[in-house]
């Protein structure tokens, strides 16, 4: 589950974003419009928009059971934030070992979400089926209540940047559907997500897919001790822009561990950030290439963001740990 620019300064985190990002709010839009508007340029689909542009209070909507047994991130009774601290979290091996237990229960959850992304089944029971998974091995799903996200995944389709909220939209053949699974395993956080394909996806949409895969793939080779964490951004950009695709900057990768977010930011555009990796770092790296311009949207639930020109977005993400000869797919 990445992390919103904007919806941090609104938290008053300033110190800890270095970027200049302005979310815009939706336009009016019929479905009529939406459904024409979306053959051309970027293909056949269905463009996602908002029910209403009323607000939404997410807040007050009600959230999956989670026995009292199983242990919560200190977040998840008051709908807070994780609790930054200035300095980036270094992990012993004792802790690597929690880290990567989490990680693998996420990769295991994210699986039986590749398996319900069919056409006509809604976002909504995939949460619901998600969630009853993650439960069942003891673990918390870390969105719910992360600062009142009312579901334990997210679910995004389309031209849905990052964090929609489960529905009971049907997904419909061509969708391509972003599933974010986050687990709170005895005491660590493990993150991974993939964009799934719905049935038969035009040619347009398999690319975007593929070339987000490939961006999160070599952007994961080329760390290890010394790289400097600009290196990431600097590979995915220059794969996207190679490709014709756009990447996002009002999202970036985190630190994770104890925390669901914490230092270092990790961002995936072309920019001069300070820092180099170094083992014990864990951290997620998790593009998010769109079709045409990667200026977000935020919906009036004020968690979903969806691209200005209604072009496809896609993303990949793993958590991974920096060794001392190279690197540790945590979420492989």
């Known amino acids: 589950m990445g992390l919103s620019i904007q919806r941090l300064l609104s938290r008053g985190h300033h110190r800890l974003l270095h970027t200049s990002t302005s979310l815009a709010t939706p336009r009016r839009?019929?479905?009529?419009?939406?459904?024409?508007?979306?053959?051309?340029?970027?293909?056949?689909?269905?463009?996602?928009?908002?029910?209403?542009l009323q607000p939404v209070d997410t807040r007050a909507l009600p959230r999956r059971h989670v026995p009292p047994s199983i242990p919560k991130p200190p977040y998840a009774a008051e709908g807070v934030s994780s609790a930054w601290e200035p300095v980036i979290p270094y992990h012993s091996p004792e802790e690597m070992t929690k880290a990567r237990a989490a990680g693998q229960l996420a990769r295991t959850i994210l699986t039986k979400a590749q398996h319900l992304c069919h056409p006509g089944v809604t976002t909504d029971h995939i949460d619901q089926i998600l969630h009853e998974a993650i439960v069942a091995e003891g673990a918390y799903p870390s969105p719910m209540n992360y600062m009142g996200f009312p579901k334990s995944v997210c679910t995004s389709v389309n031209n849905i940047i990052a964090h929609g909220i489960p529905d009971d939209r049907p997904l419909m053949d061509g969708d391509i559907?972003?599933?974010?699974?986050?687990?709170?395993?005895?005491?660590?956080?493990?993150?991974?997500?993939?964009?799934?394909?719905?049935?038969?996806?035009?040619?347009?949409?398999?690319?975007?897919?593929?070339?987000?895969?490939?961006?999160?793939?070599?952007?994961?080779?080329?760390?290890?001790?010394?790289?400097p964490l600009t290196e990431i951004g600097r590979v995915i950009s220059e794969l996207a822009a190679k490709n014709g695709y756009s990447v996002s900057d009002e999202l970036s990768g985190h630190g994770i561990g104890r925390e669901f977010h914490c230092h270092p930011l990790i961002?995936?555009?072309?920019?001069?950030?300070?820092?180099?990796?170094?083992?014990?770092?864990?951290?997620?790296?998790?593009?998010?290439?769109?079709?045409?311009?990667?200026?977000?949207?935020?919906?009036?639930?004020?968690?979903?963001?969806?691209?200005?020109?209604?072009?496809?977005?896609?993303?990949?993400?793993?958590?991974?740990?920096?060794?001392?000869?190279?690197?540790?797919?945590?979420?492989?």
């Open 29 to 52: 839009t019929t479905a009529a419009a939406a459904a024409s508007s979306s053959h051309q340029p970027w293909g056949k689909f269905q463009r996602i928009v908002p029910v209403s």
């Open 177 to 227: 559907i972003n599933v974010d699974v986050t687990v709170f395993f005895d005491g660590f956080h493990g993150d991974t997500s993939a964009t799934f394909l719905v049935g038969d996806v035009d040619q347009q949409g398999r690319d975007l897919v593929a070339c987000t895969k490939e961006a999160l793939d070599k952007a994961i080779a080329i760390c290890g001790p010394d790289v």
């Open 267 to 332: 961002y995936h555009h072309i920019n001069n950030e300070d820092g180099v990796m170094t083992p014990g770092m864990i951290f997620t790296i998790e593009p998010i290439l769109c079709q045409g311009l990667a200026m977000g949207v935020m919906w009036p639930d004020e968690w979903t963001i969806s691209t200005v020109d209604g072009g496809r977005s896609a993303q990949f993400e793993h958590t991974i740990a920096i060794t001392d000869d190279g690197v540790e797919i945590l979420t492989g």
